[in-house]
């Protein structure tokens, strides 16, 4: 499957962003997604992610109650609404794909990766 995140750009501390991923070549519905993020010399961490049928989400501390992951099946799309945003917040966002039902936190058990979208807020 092919992933091509969008949406990122610069945004004022309080504001919010929607960024989307969109997936082609395989049955969209059968992934569970996932959303990372890398800030300049960080690792990569675990933001959101959401089952296959879009019923269970799971979502880091951090971004709890502000960050909300949805998907749409019929346009093979997966979404991150991000609000309140902070500083803190400033990295490049990916989405990944796994072939699997639930929702996965782990970067490693992802199989697909999209190509990043850079986030930037300003305080």
């Known amino acids: 499957v092919q992933l091509q995140a969008s949406g990122g750009g610069l945004v004022q501390a309080g504001g919010s962003l929607r960024l989307s991923c969109a997936a082609s070549?395989?049955?969209?519905?059968?992934?569970?997604m996932g959303w990372f993020r890398q800030a300049p010399g960080k690792e990569r961490e675990f933001v959101a992610a959401i089952s296959w049928s879009g019923c269970t989400t799971d979502y880091s501390d951090s971004v709890k109650g502000r960050f909300t992951i949805s998907r749409d099946n019929a346009k093979s799309t997966v979404y991150l609404q991000m609000n309140s945003l902070k500083p803190e917040d400033m990295a490049i966002y990916y989405c990944?794909?796994?072939?699997?039902?639930?929702?996965?936190?782990?970067?490693?058990?992802?199989?697909?990766w999209g190509q990043g979208t850079l986030v930037t807020v300003s305080s």
């Open positions: 990944a794909a796994r072939s699997t039902r639930m929702p996965i936190t782990t970067a490693h058990e992802y199989d697909y």
């Open positions: 070549g395989r049955t969209f519905s059968r992934y569970a």
